[in-house]
Structures are given as C-alpha cells and as structure tokens.
C-alpha cells in the first residue's frame, strides 16, 4: 500500500499502533527470522519492501516532501527513499 495508506491503517489499529522509525525496522530486519511473516523475495510480482515512519530527503525541489524511507527485506537489507505513493508492505508496531 502507499505511505499514506500505511500510515491511515496503522492508527486504525488502534491507540500506540504505527509505521516503525528507519532505525526500528533495521531491528525488525535484523530479527526476521526469529519474528517471521515477512515477504523475503523480489521479483516482478512480489515486493519485499517495508515503509519506515521516516521522510527521505531529496535535493530536487519537485521531490521534496514526495519520499519517504523504505528498507528491503531481501538479500542486501538496503534502504532506499521511495515515492510515498508507490505501494510498499507494511509491518506495525506497537508504542508501550
């Protein structure tokens, strides 16, 4: 789903309910495993990355305010400032 959409499904959850920081889900990467439920692979029909809370900067000023930090949750772990509306997975987390 977009950025936007995360964001709105995420409070839909309920109170504390969001789209983790950049730095949480390099956590969530890192414990994949042991967590389980994420896409692991990319290819044509299936995308591995997750939207951070997190706004990317963009030096062009016809992108400002337009990206938003996504990680991948395959092979190289890299994060990337993507489109907030192109579609992304979502994984909540919870504020205590």
Known sequence: MTWEDAKAECAKL?????LP???ELDILYRNRQTIGGFKLISNAR??????????????????????A??????????HVGDL???P?????????
């Open 14 to 18: 309920g109170d504390g309910w969001r």
């Open 21 to 23: 920081t950049k730095d």
């Open 46 to 67: 299936s995308n591995s990355k997750y939207w951070s809370s997190d706004e990317a900067p963009d030096d062009h000023p016809w992108l400002q305010g337009k990206l």
């Open 69 to 78: 930090w996504s990680q991948a949750f395959f092979r190289d772990n890299f």
């Open 84 to 86: 907030k509306t192109w």
């Open 88 to 96: 992304n997975n979502v994984r909540a987390v919870r504020s205590f």
